[in-house]
C-alpha cells in the first residue's frame, strides 16, 4: 500500500484499503461472503449516521470559544 499513497497523494480511506486487500485481482468480487457483509454493514451504517450526522456536526477551532 505504500506505493498507493503515493499514487493518490493521501493515505488511503479504510474503505480503499479494504477494497484493495479484499477483492480479487483484476475483478470487483470479494474473496469471501464474510468481505462482502462488511462492507454492507459499513454502507449501511454510513448511510444510516451520515444524516443524523450531518445536521449536527460542527467544527472546532483552536481558540473559539465553541
Same mark, same amino acid.
Request: aromatic share 10%; hydrophobic share 25%; proline share 5%.
Given at each position: 500500500? $505504500?506505493?498507493? @499513497?503515493h499514487?493518490?497523494?493521501?493515505?488511503? #480511506?479504510?474503505r480503499?484499503?479494504?477494497? &484493495?486487500?479484499?477483492?480479487?485481482?483484476?475483478?470487483?468480487?470479494?474473496?469471501n $461472503?464474510?468481505? @462482502?457483509?462488511?462492507?454492507?454493514?459499513?454502507? #449501511?451504517?454510513?448511510?444510516?449516521y451520515? &444524516?443524523?450526522?450531518?445536521?449536527?456536526?460542527?467544527?472546532?477551532?483552536?481558540?473559539?470559544?465553541?
Amino acid at each position: 500500500m $505504500e506505493g498507493e @499513497h503515493h499514487k493518490l497523494e493521501r493515505p488511503p #480511506t479504510f474503505r480503499e484499503l479494504f477494497d &484493495r486487500t479484499h477483492k480479487r485481482k483484476g475483478t470487483d468480487d470479494y474473496v469471501n $461472503e464474510s468481505a @462482502h457483509t462488511i462492507v454492507t454493514y459499513e454502507r #449501511t451504517m454510513a448511510d444510516r449516521y451520515a &444524516r443524523a450526522l450531518s445536521s449536527q456536526t460542527w467544527i472546532w477551532r483552536p481558540g473559539s470559544t465553541q
